[in-house]
């Protein structure tokens, strides 16, 4: 008797053991969206960003954290793809996105008319304006104020753009540097008198470094709103289906909530939507 119920928990044991090894076959099988064959599957994503932008984009304990990150945790559930997210940098990130080595750029990009030639855009996600850092007690009061001084900005940004259209293409005082952290590093040694970047970034940086002793000059006239947009190799067709998974964010109050709990205030979403009939 003994016997008996010991061999037929033995068989009952291996027929669970085999049926467990078929399901977790499947299961690894249905991970791995893109070469699994599965029609219902879509492929999985991989993004491109430059994690060294924060709130933004960033690393912490090795992990690419920030605004945009949890941004498109949503859009990205919303449009039902799995997706990857690579810290390849700013520069290499625009041949990457145009050679198709990712499928897009997530990295607080802004959406001009110059890279509109080149690459197409998701509907704006992110009002953003340019700021000027400058150490605390410094003279400068606006873009002009500049001059002589040396400027250092993240190479290839919309604030290398704008502040050579007021300091001259080719001035020599611009320095280029290859993240916005290491610019910002540049006027803490003492190397650059002043940094140009994003108002959030510049902001965000200045709040919880209060030991730095910087501060923030906006200049109105210089520095004209601009829109954060996913961007895309020219026609891809992915950019239909996420703008519209971005539109659902933006109306279902998720992004809302995203965007409070990075900056503790609401966004102006209408603003969004103006510029994005634009
Ligand atoms: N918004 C600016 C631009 O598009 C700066 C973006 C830099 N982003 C980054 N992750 N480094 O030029």
């Given amino acids: 008797m003994k016997r008996k119920s010991f061999f037929a928990m033995a068989i009952i044991l291996v027929i669970a053991l085999l049926s467990a090894c078929g399901t977790g076959d499947e299961g690894s099988g249905d ?24 709130p933004f984009e960033y690393l912490d304990k090795g992990k690419i954290v920030g605004f ?18 690579k810290n390849v940098g700013w520069d290499p990130l625009f041949p990457s996105v145009e050679n ?25 996600y992110f009002e ?21 001084l040396l400027v250092g900005v993240q190479n290839g940004t919309t604030g290398q753009v704008a502040i050579e259209k007021v300091l001259g293409e080719n001035n020599p005082n611009i320095k280029k540097y290859e993240t ?32 730095d002793n910087f501060v923030t000059i906006g200049d109105p006239e210089n520095f004209v709103p601009e829109y954060y947009g996913l961007m895309f190799k020219k026609g891809s067709e992915l950019k239909a ?3 519209e998974a971005i539109t659902k964010v933006l109306d279902s109050g998720k992004y809302e909530e995203i965007y409070q709990e990075w900056f503790g205030y609401e966004p102006d979403v209408e603003v969004l939507k103006e510029a994005a009939q634009q």
């Fill in 31 to 54: 991970n791995q969206n893109a070469d699994s064959g599965n029609g219902d599957q879509k492929e999985k994503l991989i993004i491109g960003t430059d994690a060294a932008f924060a």
């Fill in 180 to 211: 916005t952290a290491v610019a910002i590093m540049a006027m803490k040694n003492g190397d650059v008198d002043a940094v140009v970047t994003d108002n959030t970034v510049a902001e965000e940086y200045v709040k919880n470094n209060p030991n």
């Fill in 100 to 124: 198709g080595d990712v499928d897009f750029g997530l990295s607080a990009i802004s959406i001009t008319d110059e890279r509109l030639e080149t690459y197409d855009f998701s509907v704006p």
């Fill in 128 to 148: 953003s304006r340019l700021l000027i850092m400058v150490p605390e007690g410094s003279d400068v009061q606006s873009a002009t104020d500049l001059e002589g």
């Fill in 68 to 85: 945009d990150v949890d941004f498109i945790d949503a859009v990205m559930a919303e449009a039902g793809y799995d997706y990857e997210i």
């Fill in 241 to 243: 289906e996420l703008d």
